[in-house]
């Protein structure tokens, strides 16, 4: 594969890095008029270093901040006065896709 069409996957997957190969594939066809086989796709993405993992997503409400001045506040109570209650929720991001590209040794 030409360093120019692994230079187009490379900006594909910094754009959306959890496309499946065969959306890689798509995106070069009809974008690029290149016909590229999965598997070559497959083969130069681990050629360039890349590797497919979990995706990693932190909650928008996560502090660390809050969470040390919780700590600080909670932090002279006896552990049989203390009651955690856990607040249940739908988690809408749970449709979205799980896995995407990253270079060896990154987080997704």
């Known amino acids: 594969m030409s360093e120019s069409t692994s230079e187009l996957m490379l900006e594909l997957l910094e754009h959306s890095p959890d496309l499946y190969l065969d959306e890689i594939q798509e995106q070069l066809q009809l974008f690029h008029d290149l016909n590229v086989s999965i598997a070559t796709i497959w083969w130069t993405l681990k050629q360039l270093g890349l590797t497919n993992k979990q995706l990693s997503w932190t909650a928008a409400e996560c502090s660390e901040d809050l969470r040390l001045n919780f700590t600080m506040?909670?932090?002279?109570e006896p552990p049989d006065r203390v009651v955690?209650?856990?607040?249940?929720?739908?988690?809408?991001?749970?449709?979205?896709?799980?896995?995407?590209w990253s270079y060896e040794g990154l987080r997704a």
């Not at 955690?84 to 995407?100: D, H, K, Q, W």
């Open 73 to 76: 506040a909670i932090g002279d």
């Open 84 to 100: 955690c209650i856990n607040e249940s929720a739908v988690n809408v991001l749970t449709t979205y896709r799980m896995n995407g």
